[in-house]
């Protein structure tokens, strides 16, 4: 009994060893009394060089004996996006955000986001599931996207803040602040920008080489990255998959050492877009992908990029392993590898990762921060000052919108997005999201009927599953569906590889689903995935195959089976049940047949559609109500990373039905939602009323129904030009916008021009006074006036200050936007402003010289609420010279 005790008492120690968190050791790297530089020295000399690599490499597990966690990356473009087991306020896409004109606003919703983001570390549930199990969430976000806008064709103008420089960067800037704090010890997030830089085209996103001068570079694409740098303080940039003027940007060490740290005096660490140091080896054409193909294997490719110094932070295994053996062969100095682990290890210290939890500003944050009543509000406000009235003209004698609930009885809304919110790319899970249907109904009540017509698209056709419902998720926070290949035909045993795909629609026939089957007749490949219905319904999924047996399995049951045909297209489809707010596990099953002369899969859904006895009957319920609502647009079926648009203006289908539509009710206003433009002469001569809504957030569509209805007034502004047809402009790939790309540039009528934005409201400004009518390098230009609200309700105003250079130069825009601001008045209401401008901001890059230069003489003044609507116009002269 003695020696059982003696034995009991000797293992509960070590059980509550175990139990215990791991004790941090006693070594000045966990003093946080040190400076931070001291306490680099000391963990950097006590680690080796295997453990540097991993802790400046994704995914990995730390060096435990150390106890130094690795750093989990997360999205927050327009609200936290990872991960996304936890609800967090979706606020709109970027592009809306910029349409607001408010940077201050910006500043708020990144104080919300990184308020969610504290929370969730601090106090919410830990990952449960995958390779991030018993992590807390993440501090290190890959947001924002700051690519500007200049060619309306790319897939993800989505995600930046429009066309202009100035705009881009006060919004990168402000949302930089808003996400890192102000606290002067610890960062509240660590914020990226990316993608550095001339990162605009899908189709080629990979292997595309962007040809820039130095001029345009530095005046037109590089302004919001030094803005982030110097203004927002950024800890984080990401550089391009793309080669910029023939270099990829992932080793291109003037970009990165020479401009991004020299000159601007970046002081983080420098990432390169997932997978982007793979893309430089051989072999990548062969395997079915895109790359530049410049060095013989990966040792070579690791070296390439830490030789140039541009890398710190790698997404693959290149700096575990290959770099140890550039290391090992004498390709890169060990040097080079502490320099980089320096880098990510200070931001590390600078959230405070490595300090006891009780020091940090933001620890009592109570997980219920995230979806809390005020960032509900505040993405509310922001869907509302995103808002553009594009168009508001009459209808038997006055403006269509808004309407007027005393004169409607019932109103119809219809359209693909009347009861399917899009939130695009890199979104969150909302909680209790409001499409402009619900809306609708939430705003009237029971004043006014409001009858609902399901959209249905032709034939009913199968469509991918948007990524945004999807919440299984890649190393970029996008929504996949992950893919195991195995060379028996049964799946059976350990896959042979495994990758991620965004769709499953494959062609394969003579070609292999991955380089590893090559040449294997029977094969298989296990699709699964996790998805999130955003609303309850009876969903149909389908696939269309042919050449091999395949499975449908909804959380392991058997949903659709084939046999398959070895010579035709099979369609097969399948009603389920989904319910708002539960995940469901799919799986797809593809088992090739022998000898198949086809080899092809697709898998889809269609959504639910509500039973109604309008059904087919649109046009006659329109001719019957007061109103109709039409609720049109894009989708991430049409743009998102990896797919640019494919074609200008809304979808064929939806054209026709607003030709019919039109003709039955003229009482009809169109609401866009959508990440670009819409090009589109006909609906402007034919849609009374077109109010553009982007993508707007969980709020969006009771932020739509309280303009459409008079309570908000309509006070944003286009961040991008609307073009009338894409043949108004060069290439997608012709990165030159001196050639006709912009407000800068483009000298051909717009659909809508860049800053245009109507109210319910007339606005006047008065007279502008000028501080001097000459000015020297070191001066500030003072312009002054006051804008009066002269219509008969309240509403915002956005004043734009534009200048237009008298003088001649070379490669000389049309006018340049040099401030704005937005501005609140009630009925008869006027606000007195001033906008100023250094002198200096009115520079241009001399590329004989390689020098910035303000230019001698004078300078037109523009005022006015767009680019094409100028009102007040004043000339002063400049003194300037080289900077």
Known sequence: MKKWLLLFLMWIPAFLGKAQDFQKPDIPFYNHQLSVEERLDDISNRLTNSEKGHMITLWNKGVPRLGLKSFMPGEALHGLAAPRHNAATVFPQSIGLAASWNPDLMKAIGDAVSDEARAQYHNGPVIKKGNEKGKKGPLFFWSPVINIGRDPRWGRNQENYGEDPLLTSQFVSHYLKGLQGDDPNYL?????????VANNEEHNRFNGNADVSEKQLREYYFPAYKAAVQEGDAKIIMTAYNALNGLPCVENSWLVNDVLRKEWGFDGFVIGDYGSELMLTQGWKERGFQGHEKYADNVASAAAVMNAQTLDMGNTRLFRKELMQAIEEGKVD??????????VMRVGLRLGMFDPEELSPWKDLPFETMCADAHKALALKAAEESLVLLQNNPVDG????????????KVAIVGPNADALNFGTYSGVAKDPVSVLNGLRQYLGEDIEVVYVPWKKKDQELVDIPMDRIISLDNQGMGVWKARYYTNKQAHGKPIAQNTVANIDHHWNEKAPHAKLKGQDSYSVVYSSTIAPTKSGLYTLGIETAGANVTVKVNGAPLIRTHGDKENVEHLAKAIRFEEGQNYELEVLYMKNANAQLNQL????????????????EMELAANVDAVIAVMGLSVEYERESIDRSFEGLPREQVAFLKELLQVNKNTAVVLQNGSSIESEWLKQHAPAILEA?????????????ALFGAVNPGGKLPMTFVKSWNDL?????????KGRTYLYFEKEPLFAFGHGLSYTDFEFSPMEINAESFALEDEIVVSFSVRNTGDRSGDEVAQLYVKELFERNEKPIQRLKAFQRVHLGQGEHANVQLSIPVKDLAYWDENDKQWKVGNGPIELRLGNASDKIHLTKTVNIVGGAL
Not at 334 to 343: G, P, Q
Not at 730 to 738: L, T
């Open 188 to 196: 509240k997030v660590a914020a990226g920008a990316k993608h550095f």
């Open 694 to 706: 982007w993508y707007p957030g969980e709020q969006g569509g009771l932020a739509i129904a309280k």
């Open 334 to 343: 060990e040097k080079e590898l502490d320099r980089a682990f320096r880098n």
């Open 730 to 738: 060069p290439g997608q790939d012709d990165y030159d916008i001196a």
């Open 602 to 617: 697709r898998f889809g859904w269609q959504l639910p559609v509500d039973e109604t006895a309008y059904e087919g009957g």
């Open 398 to 409: 006055q403006p269509i919108l808004p309407f007027q609930k005393e004169k409607i009885k």
